[in-house]
Every structure is written in C-alpha cells, then in structure tokens.
C-alpha cells in the first residue's frame, strides 16, 4: 500500500513539475482575431499592439483613435495594450505562433525587417507623411534601402543639474567640459550628507543609452561607415573617464548595479547634482515640485559643440497573406501621423515630435526648446543594423563590467560580438 | 482500484466516459505545452521569434557549452538547498509553538498566511525597497544601531546577493511548510506522547523519537513541495537580481527567461531546450529523494 502511495505521489510531483515548467517557459498565446480570411479577401478589422508608455494616457489615446478610425475609414481597429516589461516576451510569442498583430510598437524594427515580416514605407505610407517625417529619423528606420522603421514619437537626452545643490557647492555655471563636470562632481560630493555628484546609471536596463550620451559628445560612434566602432580609442578614453568618475566616488555608490529608475529617484530626491534626462524627468520633477534643477546641453570632452543622443520607437507594420490589410494599414498611418493625432499623443506622453510640422508646433513650448534645437541633428544607435538587435542586449549586460574591470578589455569583447554577429 | 468488472460490472467505454475531463485536463494542461515546449527545442529561431526551420540537438548543445551555466547551476543548488533547509528548520520550530495554546493564537496563525497571500512579485519589490542601499529601512536600522558604519548593498554587493535572495526566498515558502508542519502534529495522537510521558521520557526524546518520526509523511511533502516550488521560483529571484549584468545570480529558471528575451542570445529555441532541462533536472531530484526516504524506511524496519 505504501509503494503504490509513494508511486502516486511520484507521478503526481512529475506532473506538477511539467506544468510548472511549461508556465515557466511563458508561452502565453493571446487571443488575436484570426485575419487571414480565405481567399486573399480584404481585411475589415486590424490588430494594434502598443506599447504602454503611460497609465493614463496610452489607453485613452489608442481608445480615442480606434473610434475615429472607424468613423472616419470603415476599418475597425482592434488594440491591445502591453506594457514594456512584456511586450517583448509577447510580440516574439505571437510571432512564434504565426499570430504578429497588424501593426506592433517597439522599440526596433530592423531584425523584423530582415526576416521579411514588414511592409515598406512605398506600400503602406503616403508620401506626404513621408516627407514630413524629419530625415534623422528616415535615415535610421531605412534597413537596406527601403524605410520600415516608421517612428511613433521620440525623445531626446539632455543634461539635467539640481541648481540647489550648484548654489551650495559655489558652481556658477553648468559644465562645459568633462574636466569641468568632474569638478562639479567633486565638489558637490564634498558637501558631504550623502550627495553624489553625478548619478551614472550603467545597470542592465538601458546602459547602451548612457553610455551614448557621453560617447557621442567625445566624438565616439558604435558603427561608423558600415564597421563596427564599439572599442575605438575615443570609446576607451570614454568608458575610462566613467570608471575613473566612480573609483573617485563622485558618483552614487554601485553605477554598474543602478539602473535608470533608480538613478531618476536619487535625482528626484535631490541628493543627486547631475544627470542625463528626457522631457518625461522634467515632467516628474515638476509635478513634484521638489527638486529645483536646470536643462543644459551635455558637457563634450574637449567644449566643442553638445551633441546629444536621440531615441525613437517605432510603428511597424506586418504584411498577412495576400497582403489583405495593406488598404487598413495604410489608412491607420493616413490617420495616425495627421497633426491632432500625433501630436496630440506625443503631447500627452511627454515626449518629443517625429515629424517636421511636429517640429513647427511644439516650437511655441519654451520648456520644450533646449530638446528641439538639437533634435533634427540628434545621433541615434544603430538601430538600421539587426545586428543592433543583438549588440544592444549585449552592452546591456556587460558594459558595468568595466567599472570594476579593464574598460578596453569590455570594449573589445563588445566589438568582437558584434562583428561576428553581423 | 479499478478491477474489470467486479464491482457492479460497467463497461470500459462508461469508465472512459468519466474519466475524460480528467484525460482532457492532462492532454490540455500538461502534455500538449510539453509537446510544444520539445518542438521548440529543436527549431531555429530568429531573434524576432520567427522559425526558421529544424535545429536538430543544436540548441541543447548550445545550453550546454554556455560560459555561465556552470555558475548558474551552482547558484541554484545553493538557492534550493539553502532556502529549502532553513525553511523546514524554521518551519518545524515555528508549527511547533503554533500547536500550543495560547491567547490571540488564532490571529497570529492568520499573520502567518499572509506573506503567501501576497503576490510573489509585489513581496519581491517589497524587499527591494527594504534593502534599497539609499533609503532602505534595514541599512537605516543597522546603521542607527550602530552595527554598521556604511549601508549594505544588499543587492549590488556579490557576497550579500544570494544571502539577500534567500531570506526573501525562506520568508514566502514559511507559511505552507509551517501549515504543513501544524497538520503533521495535529495529526500525531496524544496518547502516544503521554504514554511516553508516564514512560519517563524527555521532551527532547519525546520529540525526537515520537514527534519527529511520526511528522515523516508531512516533512516529505512539505520538503519535495518546496524543493519543486523554490526551484521553480522565478519573481524572487528576477526581481532582486535585476540590476546585476549576466548570468552572476541567475537560477536556472531565470537564465531560460534571460536566453529567450533578455541575453544577447535572445534565442527562443535554446531558451526552449534549457527549459526541458530543467523538467529533467527537477524530476531526478525528487526521484532521488524520494527513493533516499524509501530506502531509510526500508533500512528502518
């Protein structure tokens, strides 16, 4: 009796630890309308997979958009909103399973393009829209001379300081130069009662885009004319002021274990002198109303002119059998990037414009200025390379290395992945 | 048991009749996701996620060579076997101070549920925050303690990570095992521990030689469910270690998620085959286990 008990309760475990594992592998299949109509018959209702850049504003806006786009075109539009955290888990699960949406928002196109999963601009966006969209952002939604990469709104990196904390240490003036930044940072960190200079951000979460921000302005690139640059001398020197701003400990403690998040709260509570921001940190700031702090133009090594690192997400769109959606697709952009629609969204998440006639209506938003000024000239990552695809999750999880470690050593080891992934 | 025809005689299709939604359960639930799960393993994927076609064994050769799988493996025997024993250590002292008598028992039983109650995830953040080196209430505590000069960075440090996730990792498996545990003693007559008594016993051999034997059946589950559970514990150890690049701190549970969306692999096929190893891996260790207690049983007697 025992046996057959102990054997019951063998398979039972067994069982147990399938299904476990099974949920484990995450393998959640949304329920996406079916669209591939017999025939090649025409689409009435696309699927929209969005990203959830904010509570309470992406759901309103997509809700908004869903009931004019079926006013105004007959076309109905089904959308789902997922938030960062899982959308890539989900968009490469429904790709798995044969169910892309119609069109996805995300943060990279060019390995979507690459497999030959997207409509190009020439079947699914008017030229108008085309021309409006600023050339920066054409230049890197084109993957082998088609553009895919359509871009939904983008955002660009300034240099945020706390002015408090400038006043107290006796900075007159935010930095010009990267000798002059580490300065503030020092005395700033001199102050003492837990204050660090600059908050440097070099965890997993998005150290590709801090990291961008200050290679840019050392004249630095991570591919330039089709080869790999990721371990030039000016990255190396670049990389190495960053280690040698922790080892001082001008930095908060740990930069290669913070992540951005937490490197916005540091700043937030007004224990942090300096960092890089976006228009959405200013809007935090402010509605805390806490924190007294300055937009500049990010300090360059040698005090030539700020460049500053740009970041679009894009809109892509799928083709299905047939290509049954491409009518729907195309008036869903028609739609999308008409100025009360775009701009409204953009406007409500806190970001910046895509388009030239965006450009033309944020201009009037003085706080707004010190992004748009350098927006249309504003360096992006290679994301028209699928190799970027990989290379950025790479970065992601070694770049911290180097601030315990050999910062060329890391660098090689980056360039070394890249080019054999490309 | 079901012997042909003895007991009021039904035919065998009645029997499959009954038996379907359970068979239905067990295709749906079970087979048909591990089914899909091998099929993954052996197929090439981009990194959107798009097949390209078979892959043969190459994704298991593949899980195999990976630089971090040696590191990872180690860290989740440590995790399991830590977690697992201070959990039934501490859940055998705690059942058995839950089984006596005292006033307000009742609610502190309650208090004890509620870390399983709560969301995995948000008892995770939770403990971010606790052991936030800036603002966390533990490095505030042990400073104004005097215990330590400077915070811990319980998280970011490499010799406190694991000892961090750990205590996380014992604090939400407490509640079943103590439950467990107050069943067990429950269930142990009382008889037999006065007549132990009038016997003269200690209350270390009463435990020892009474309590302790007859609590075997509850301290299997109790130790196989958590193995099962701890090794599978994803949230934990995702959540704490989120900051930390590579594969430092990752169990075999979050190094498949890591490979299938985070890595520089990003590769939902080698993710697949990791995870198949992982069923493998956590069945061997509870068939071992349970024939290391069938064995004793057997020596016992």
Partial sequence: ?422 | MLRGGRVGSVHPLVALLWLAPALALILGVVLYPAIKLFGASRSEYSITGLRRGDAGWDNYAKVLEHPSLGTVLANTVTWVVAVVAVTILLGLALAQFLVKQFPGRRYVRWAVIVPWAASLIITSQLFVLLYDYNYGIINHLLINVGLIDTPIDFLGDDSWTMFSMVVVGVFVSLPFTIFVFIAGLNAIPDDVLEAATVDGASPWQRYRRITLPLLRPALMIATVLNVIYVFNSFPIVYTLNDRNPGYLHDTTITFMYKLAFKSQEKDVGMSAAAGIFNVLLILAVVLIYLRIINWREETSR
């Fill in chain 1, 1 to 422: 009796m025992r046996s057959m008990k102990t054997s019951a309760a063998i398979a039972g475990m067994a069982l147990a630890g399938l299904v476990l594992a099974a949920c484990g592998g995450g393998t959640g299949a949304g329920n996406t309308p079916d669209n591939t109509v017999g025939g090649g018959a025409e689409t009435k209702t696309i699927k929209l997979v969005a990203a959830e850049y904010s509570k309470d504003n992406t759901k309103a806006f997509w809700d908004a958009f869903a009931k004019t786009y079926k006013e105004k075109t007959g076309y109905s539009l089904e959308v789902q909103i997922i938030s960062w955290d899982n959308l890539d888990q989900q968009s490469s699960t429904m790709i798995q399973n044969n169910q892309a949406p119609d069109i996805l928002n995300l943060n990279a196109y060019a390995s979507y393009a690459k497999d030959g999963l997207l409509y190009s601009s020439d079947e699914v966006l008017p030229e108008s829209v085309k021309s409006d969209i600023l050339p920066t952002f054409v230049k890197y939604g084109t993957y082998q001379g088609k553009f895919y990469g359509f871009p939904d709104l983008s955002s660009a990196r300034a240099f945020f300081y706390n002015t408090d904390l400038f006043t107290e240490a006796g900075i007159a003036n935010p930095p010009k130069t990267w000798a002059e930044l580490e300065d503030a940072a020092k005395k700033i960190t001199g102050l003492g009662s837990g204050n660090v200079g600059y908050a440097l951000p070099l965890g997993p979460e998005e150290s590709q885009g801090e990291f961008s921000m200050w290679l840019f302005n050392n004249g630095g690139t991570w591919k330039d004319q089709g080869k790999w640059t990721i371990n030039s001398p000016q990255n190396v020197e670049t990389l190495t002021f960053l280690k040698k701003l922790a080892d001082q400990k001008l930095t908060q403690n740990n930069p290669a274990r913070t992540n951005r998040a937490d490197a916005f709260d540091l700043f937030k509570s007004g224990k942090a002198g300096m960092i890089i921001g976006f228009s959405p940190l200013a809007a935090a700031l402010d509605e805390d109303g806490k924190v007294k702090y300055a937009v500049a133009p990010f300090p360059t090594n040698d005090g030539s002119e700020s460049k500053t690192f740009g970041v679009t997400d894009y809109l892509m769109a799928f083709k299905k059998p047939g290509n049954s959606n491409q009518a729907a697709v195309k008036a869903f952009y028609e739609l999308y990037y008409q100025k009360d629609q775009i701009n409204t969204w953009i406007k409500s998440e806190g970001f910046l414009p895509v388009t030239q006639s965006g450009i033309e209506e944020f201009r009037s938003d003085e706080k707004l200025k010190v992004y748009l000024d350098t927006l249309p000239n504003a360096q992006l990552t290679p994301t028209d390379d699928p190799t970027w695809d990989r290379v950025k999750l790479a970065v992601q999880q070694n770049l911290g290395r180097a601030m315990t470690g050999d910062p060329k050593a890391v660098l090689d080891e980056l360039q070394q992945t890249a080019e054999s992934a490309s």
